[in-house]
T-cell receptor, first 113, second 115 residues
């Protein structure tokens, strides 16, 4: 099954800067990858999905890239705000059949005012 | 915006007792899921459910677990004889379509504490 690593447990950045979070996977390259946000005591909230034939996807201040050669996805938040503070999870198909997915351990982002 | 609702928000149960966690998925969704998250750990897939049957389950979902859609709106997870290690947040999710390219919509979970 797929193994996922996310760059660090915690990332602190200054308000207004760009946050960059990393998701690396080790086995087969998935056809798509999803990013979720999770606030303390809440369920994950879907943010973006990117397909293997899409190099980049944007939604407002969010940008996701997907490099199947490096087996890596980068998640960027530009002009970060304290309200962006949360844990960000990447999710990939559990296996080649792609019916369900597995979450990475997450990166806890803190945006400091 | 429609949302997934879960009850109760917190359940405290004695070890060995049965517990039922309840979920109301988004009304026009056809695919349903349960996940768990042990404190400080990652969100783990338990089971997916479609057309009144399990479509996939993980190695965590052993014989102690069962799922049911008893009516047109509820989706339940039953743990038959709880163990201390079942203490976790349990999340229900639903999606409109099947496959890992479909966004899943999560409830805010039930915190299960086994004493």
């Amino acid at each position: 099954s797929q193994k996922i690593e996310q760059n660090s447990e915690a990332l602190n950045i200054q308000e207004g800067k760009t946050a960059t979070l990393t998701c690396n996977y080790t086995n087969y390259s998935p056809a798509y990858l999803q990013w979720y946000r999770q606030d303390p005591g809440r369920g994950p909230v879907f943010l973006l999905l990117i397909r293997e034939n899409e190099k980049e996807k944007r939604k407002e201040r969010l940008k996701v890239t997907f490099d199947t050669t490096l087996k890596q996805s980068l998640f960027h938040i530009t002009a970060s705000q304290p309200a962006d503070s949360a844990t960000y999870l990447c999710a990939l198909p559990r296996d080649n059949y792609g019916q369900n997915f597995v979450f990475g351990p997450g990166t806890r982002l803190s945006v400091l005012p | 915006e429609p949302e997934v609702t879960q009850t109760p928000s917190h359940q405290v149960t004695q070890m060995g007792q049965e517990v039922i966690l309840r979920c109301v998925p988004i009304s026009n969704h056809l695919y349903f899921y349960w996940y768990r998250q042990i404190l400080g750990q990652k969100v783990e897939f338990l089971v997916s459910f479609y057309n009144n049957e399990i479509s996939e389950k993980s190695e965590i979902f052993d014989d102690q677990f069962s799922v049911e859609r008893p009516d047109g709106s509820n989706f339940t997870l039953k743990i038959r004889s709880t163990k201390l290690e079942d203490s976790a947040m349990y999340f229900c999710a639903s999606s409109a379509g099947q496959g890992s390219d479909q966004p899943q919509h999560f409830g805010d979970g039930t915190r299960l504490s086994i004493l």
